[in-house]
């Protein structure tokens, strides 16, 4: 596939896993110099190595984009080092979802402040380019789920949840990206600390993919990690 990209300089904010991950490793495998950031140094680092070995030039820093002045020196720094900039990507989310003020406010600062600041940041490079380009992802899932509601909705359909049901996916939802085992789940989800038999959890598992999987049989987003737990991508 050649979509035209060689030569061109990227960045891509939220780049160490899921839609960020993906764009980062086809820009890269397309011939574009890549840069990209996170918040987690250790999965920045481990990020960089892994596509690097892909044979592709990619750098990754940790910065936290409701930072102005830190997205700013790494847009201006990152820019120097690939001698310009063509392609921005705002992709990072807070994925705050439980519906308090905090999580309102980590969204506000994450989600839309963040993408202003990397805007901002990168519009006095990208006038330079003959093949300037911004593109904001606006929602990591085509399903909405609302924990207050206890309900999954997917387009015009609403699937109930139980409050079992609804807690375990938020735990899984509020790691995203973690490994999580069923002693961590039923310790921290339902305060069981004795010896129980963990296939209770695999039924609950098998019930949230036929609710948030297009295809339960081949899920891409409650996956199972095998002799240990599961983990929960936001996209595959």
């Given at each position: 596939m050649d979509l035209g990209l060689k030569g061109l300089r990227a960045l891509v904010t939220g780049g160490t896993r899921g839609i960020g991950r993906a764009i980062v490793?086809?820009?890269?495998?397309e011939g574009a110099a890549v840069a990209f950031c996170a918040r987690t140094t250790a999965d920045v680092t481990?990020?960089?190595?892994?596509?690097?070995?892909?044979?592709?030039?990619?750098?990754?820093?940790?910065v936290d984009v409701s930072d102005e002045a830190g997205v700013r020196q790494w847009v201006d720094d990152t820019t120097a080092e690939l001698g310009g900039l063509d392609i921005v990507v705002a992709?990072?989310?807070?994925?705050?979802?439980p519906d308090d003020e905090a999580n309102w406010r980590a969204s506000f600062d994450v989600?839309?402040?963040?993408?202003?600041?990397?805007?901002?940041?990168?519009?006095?490079?990208l006038e330079r380019s003959e093949a300037a380009s911004i593109v904001t992802i606006a929602s990591v899932s085509g399903r909405e789920v609302d924990f207050?509601?206890?309900?999954?909705?997917?387009?015009?359909?609403?699937?109930p949840l139980t409050l079992m049901e609804a807690n375990l996916l938020r735990f899984l939802v509020q790691r995203e990206g973690q490994v999580v085992s069923r002693k961590e789940i039923l310790e921290q989800v339902w305060g069981v600390h004795e010896d129980t038999d963990t296939?209770?959890?695999?039924?609950?598992?098998?019930?949230?993919?036929?609710y948030v999987e297009d295809n339960p049989a081949e899920p891409k987003h409650l996956l199972t990690v095998r002799s240990v737990g599961y983990?929960?991508?936001a996209s595959p």
């Open positions: 490793e086809t820009l890269a495998d481990r990020a960089a190595e892994e596509m690097t070995a892909r044979g592709g030039v990619v750098t990754g820093r940790c992709n990072v989310s807070a994925l705050a979802i989600d839309l402040m963040g993408t202003v600041h990397l805007v901002n940041a990168a519009l006095p490079h207050a509601a206890l309900e999954v909705r997917r387009g015009e359909r609403v699937v296939r209770a959890i695999d039924n609950f598992i098998v019930r949230l993919r036929r983990r929960f991508l």
